[in-house]
């Protein structure tokens, strides 16, 4: 039998994520299955657990799981520590490693396939729940020359800042968290949707004027044009959705399962035709 993997959530039939795997099997020549898994709301771990027994090899984890398979998780990368949250489970003698590979998706979607380098660059980053935390971290470890961290509940936002702060790692880049309002008069070169105000259509508080010339406005959303989007395209910025982040950090999961790395453009290209 091939070996099996899956993506667990609740809820989970609009998953993409077995037809993106399927499709980096087929290009790379593995042998795997890839499925669908609901987990109950009180039995992510039971539903685990259950998967381990039945010989399966891994596991993507998506909403709202990614804080109690971090917890379930035996080791973890160093990466995962840093989001405080893990989407990429390894089932193996050595227990259940969790890793995190947001970080990674988006950053290579942003650099290698819109081709715009994070180096240098003033960087706004909205939100500060799980999205943004598994994000920041390997959007710091490209250098760019200022971070700001914006979100409703400026507490969270200090929160991310501070721990930033007491690790030290990224002393060279500027990193501060400021209000909505406290943003008037600045402007970025990339700034990150880490909210989910697109799947209830609602407008961000960004002032006129945020996006410097030539800036991408990026939605970690995907699917919908959010009015985050709409916002930054008439304000002339340019605009992404987070497919190309999804498809991106679900070839990091496959690399860690398979060893292979999948060339990611041309199952992006049939991903948006469909």
Excluded at 195 to 203: A, K, M, V
Aim: net charge negative; aromatic share 8%; charged share 20%.
């Amino acid at each position: 039998m091939p070996d099996r993997y899956a993506v667990i959530g609740n809820p989970i039939a609009h998953s993409k994520s077995p037809i993106i795997h399927e499709a980096f099997a087929r290009n790379t020549g593995q042998s795997l299955e890839y499925i669908k898994v609901l987990a109950p709301l009180d039995a992510f771990v039971d539903t685990v657990q259950s998967m381990i027994a039945e010989g399966f090899k891994g596991a993507n984890v998506t909403v709202p799981f990614k804080l109690e398979a971090f917890q379930l998780a035996n080791q973890l990368t160093e990466r995962a520590h840093d989001a405080g949250a893990v989407n990429t489970l390894i089932f193996n003698e050595a227990g259940i490693t969790g890793d995190n590979t947001d970080g990674a998706g988006i950053v290579r979607d942003i650099q290698e396939n819109l081709h715009i380098p994070i180096t240098g660059k003033r960087v706004l980053l909205i939100g500060a729940g799980g999205a943004a935390e598994g994000v920041l971290h390997p959007i710091l470890a490209c250098s760019p020359s200022l971070l700001v961290i914006t979100n409703r509940t400026l507490d969270k936002a200090l929160t991310m800042v501070k721990k930033v702060e007491d690790q030290g790692e990224y002393r060279f880049v500027s990193v501060n968290a400021y209000a909505f309002h406290d943003l008037q008069g600045q402007q970025f070169d990339i700034v990150v949707n880490a909210t989910s105000t697109g799947l209830t259509d609602t407008l961000l508080p960004l002032p006129l004027g945020i996006f410097a010339k030539g800036a991408l406005a990026y939605d970690m959303m995907y699917g919908r044009d959010t009015p985050f989007l709409r916002f930054a395209r008439e304000q002339g910025a340019k605009v992404a959705d987070g497919l190309g982040m999804l498809i991106e950090q679900a070839a990091e999961a496959f690399y860690i399962w398979r060893g292979v790395r999948p060339k990611t453009s041309i199952v992006m290209q049939s991903i948006r035709n469909l």
